[in-house]
């Protein structure tokens, strides 16, 4: 049984105490920096500064989870990534028991992976990737460190995505794909071909009609 830590007080963090509840492992306290604290207590756990996190729970019994949701393309997920590294934290990975995988899966740390997905054989998962619920990764998919897949995610085989990119909801990625660094898909995308380095998609929203709910049922 592994005791983490978890840095962050916000809804991502409790999400993840509750997940891990799942496991077999324990979460002992939450963490984040002192001038964030507004309570000392979050879900029945301590709430301790990370600045002085190791002289309670030092490293080397204690693994650490950074649970910050997507933001500055997760530069401020991967800055306190690798504070709590240079602390000696291992950082903690949970792969949920009702995600499928299969053998010659990689996967490195300060991942967490929900419920019911399904990770085909040959996928590696870089350091520092969050993803959601009811996603399918093909085959021989390499995703860059510092991703967030949100859910519902379709990416086909042979992908190779880069570093800090975020993919919305219900996103579709054709095989063979070439994703660049710190790229934006964003909900109900379908990509079929090669995107650069810090390129933005995004699909047209639903379009409004001029009709009442009241009158539906004269137009559709």
Same mark, same amino acid.
């Given at each position: 049984?592994?005791?983490? %830590?978890? !840095? +962050?007080?916000? *809804?991502? $963090?409790?999400?993840?105490?509750?997940?891990?509840? /799942?496991?077999?492992?324990? %979460?002992?306290?939450?963490?984040?920096?002192? &001038?964030?604290? /507004?309570? =000392? =207590?979050? #879900?029945? #756990?301590?709430?301790? $500064? !990370?600045?002085?996190? =190791?002289?309670? !729970?030092?490293?080397? *019994?204690?693994?650490?989870?950074? $649970?910050? $949701?997507? &933001?500055?393309?997760?530069?401020?997920?991967?800055? !306190?990534?690798? *504070?709590?590294?240079?602390?000696?934290?291992?950082?903690?990975?949970? %792969?949920?028991? &009702?995600?499928?995988?299969? /053998?010659?899966? *990689?996967? +490195?740390?300060?991942?967490?992976?929900?419920?019911?997905?399904?990770?085909?054989?040959?996928?590696k998962i870089g350091n520092n990737v969050l993803i959601g619920s009811n996603n399918l990764i093909s085959h021989n998919t390499t995703i860059g460190d510092n991703c967030f897949i949100t859910s519902n995610v379709t990416m086909g085989g042979h992908i190779t995505m880069g570093k800090n990119c975020f993919v919305g909801l219900s996103a579709t990625i054709n095989q063979r794909i070439k994703i660049g660094d710190e790229c934006i898909i964003g909900a109900g995308t379908i990509i079929t071909k090669d995107i650069n380095d810090k390129e933005v998609y995004a699909e047209n929203s639903s379009k409004k009609l001029p009709q009442s709910s009241e009158h539906i049922g004269d137009i559709i």
């Open positions: 049984m592994k005791k983490v %830590v978890i !840095f +962050g007080t916000g *809804e991502l $963090a409790q999400r993840i105490f509750f997940y891990l509840k /799942d496991s077999d492992d324990q %979460v002992i306290a939450f963490c984040a920096n002192k &001038s964030k604290i /507004d309570k =000392e =207590e979050l #879900l029945g #756990l301590p709430v301790i $500064a !990370f600045e002085n996190i =190791e002289e309670k !729970f030092p490293p080397t *019994e204690f693994s650490m989870f950074i $649970a910050l $949701a997507y &933001s500055e393309m997760n530069k401020k997920r991967t800055k !306190f990534f690798n *504070e709590a590294k240079n602390k000696g934290y291992e950082l903690y990975s949970f %792969v949920h028991p &009702s995600t499928k995988i299969w /053998d010659e899966f *990689e996967m +490195g740390e300060n991942c967490f992976i929900l419920a019911n997905n399904v990770i085909q054989p040959f996928v």
